[in-house]
Nanobody
Framework: QVQLVESGGGLVQPGGSLRLSCASS????????MSWYRQAPGLERELVAR????????MYAESVRGRFTISRDNAKNTVFLQMNSLKPEDTAFYYC?????????????WGQGTQVTVSS
């Protein structure tokens, strides 16, 4: 059974920092690209950051580039999202995603999410 369990969300003041974690089980973690998505009320889910399964290359949404950092610890089957200089517009539910393509199969899994609220 595949599980992705996010933690680290909460309430933080503008300009503050949070570190999200996503612990995985039931998958061969090294084979999966890992991503963080977020969804604010009334908006579509959007990709925040992604880290490749091999090589560790990363990509970020323009809105978070320079403030957020995604990383992974393959020994602990965990992906992180360090969020600095948080803004009220970063308020959303944050979801962890694991994706692996082995043509023609695509394996795509989601965590349950964690709430991040940026407010004074």
């Amino acid at each position: 059974q595949v599980q992705l369990v996010e933690s680290g969300g909460g309430l933080v003041q503008p300009g503050g920092s949070l570190r999200l974690s996503c612990a995985s089980s039931g998958i061969t973690f090294n084979n999966y690209a890992m991503s963080w998505y977020r969804q604010a009320p009334g908006l579509e889910r959007e990709l925040v950051a992604r880290i490749a399964s091999v090589g560790g290359s990363t990509m970020y949404a323009e809105s978070v580039r320079g403030r957020f950092t995604i990383s992974r610890d393959n020994a602990k089957n965990t992906v992180f999202l360090q969020m600095n200089s948080l803004k009220p517009e970063d308020t959303a539910f944050y979801y962890c995603n694991a994706r692996h393509s082995n043509f023609p199969e695509i394996y795509n899994y989601w965590g349950q999410g964690t709430q991040v609220t940026v407010s004074s």
